[in-house]
């Protein structure tokens, strides 16, 4: 037996709750991993508030990321005691996810533990550094240079916020962080933010084309806010899009596109290929300064997340939510 936190849905109605699991519950898979450490994210936040229709199948174990130690494998990549990561994949969703002590996946979506990282450390990043690195990458493979001008990042103190203000940072970018929370600017200027910006001034129905400011910008807001960037990019800049915070529509012109060239690119990091993710977390070891992770994340064990999960959605949590699933 073990302990997950499990969502079900009934005549009783939608619930989440830690249970004793029993390790013939979980699902089909080529790899058991002992879990050490997962995550809150956005996502998880949704489904086991119910929120939104995150959650495909019921019963259902939370967690879109995990760290953990290998313990039987039929996959010829892993054996017993190897230490791997998940990231997405759907985990969480429609396969049983990482809010649990043990897990049974498919071993093509496992990553080698990198070396720099504790698995705690590697849970302070999660899916939300591992897709804010996704997001630098796009940006520099778009050509954005920190000589270009400043890069815009939104939702500034959430996880990917917090990363991406300070990998961009330590690679020598002129960084902007909006935010809705006023009272992290200390926080984010400890991250390298050189300036704190309202989040309400992108927040409103704006022109199809503002003041031209930005060289680069990490979004997770969407919505007005991602409208409203895209309007005040310089010429040829990047817009990088990865979250829905605001919500999922996106009321623009095509002005900035054809008037300034700026470039949209989508970041996914569910179903994002192996070979980009070794990348990622590999560029996560060698240009995320280790010591800001202890300023990024906070810690908590499973039962605590449930209750924590509202507040997520609500905007009141900073940073990134490490859950140690054995406490």
Not at 20 to 36: F, I, K
Not at 199 to 219: C, H, I, T
Not at 256 to 265: E, M, S, W
Not at 301 to 320: H, N
Request: net charge neutral.
């Amino acid at each position: 037996m073990f302990k997950g936190i499990l969502i079900e849905k009934d005549e009783s109605g939608y619930r989440a709750s830690v249970k004793a699991l029993d390790e013939a519950q979980l699902p089909e898979g080529n790899v058991t991993v002992r879990v050490s450490h997962s995550t809150l994210n956005y996502k998880d936040g949704l489904a086991i508030t119910g929120k939104a229709p995150v959650v495909r199948k019921f019963p259902m174990v939370p967690g879109i990321d995990l760290v953990g130690v290998v313990e039987t494998s039929s996959h010829p990549d892993y054996q017993a005691g190897d230490a791997v990561v998940l990231n997405g994949w759907g985990v969480g969703e429609g396969h049983w996810g990482g809010l649990a002590q043990k897990a049974r996946l498919n071993g093509d979506w496992l990553v080698p533990l990198p070396a720099a990282f504790t698995p705690q450390q590697a849970m302070a990043i999660g899916t939300a550094g591992y897709t804010a690195m996704l997001c630098v990458l796009a940006l520099e493979r778009h050509g954005v240079r920190p000589e270009d001008g400043e890069i815009l990042v939104t939702g500034a103190a959430g996880g990917v916020g917090s990363v991406a203000v300070a990998i961009l940072a330590k690679l020598g970018y002129t960084v902007v962080a909006a935010t809705g929370r006023p009272q992290d600017a200390d926080y984010l200027k400890a991250l390298g933010a050189a300036e704190i910006v309202e989040r309400a001034q992108f927040s409103s129905p704006g022109k199809p084309l503002g003041r031209e400011r930005w060289a680069g910008a990490v979004d997770v807001v969407g919505s007005h806010v991602l409208t409203n960037v895209c309007a005040t990019m310089k010429y040829r800049g990047v817009v990088t899009a990865c979250g829905l915070a605001a919500g999922m529509d996106f009321p623009a012109t095509v002005a900035p596109f054809i008037l300034r060239g700026v470039t949209l690119a989508g970041i996914d990091s569910v179903m994002c290929p192996r070979a980009d993710r070794l990348v990622a977390w590999q560029r996560l070891a060698r240009d995320l300064d280790v010591a800001r992770l202890g300023t990024i994340s906070q810690e908590v064990g499973l039962a605590d997340a449930i209750p924590l999960a509202e507040r997520l959605l609500k905007g009141e949590v900073r940073g990134r939510v490490v859950v140690d699933v054995n406490r």
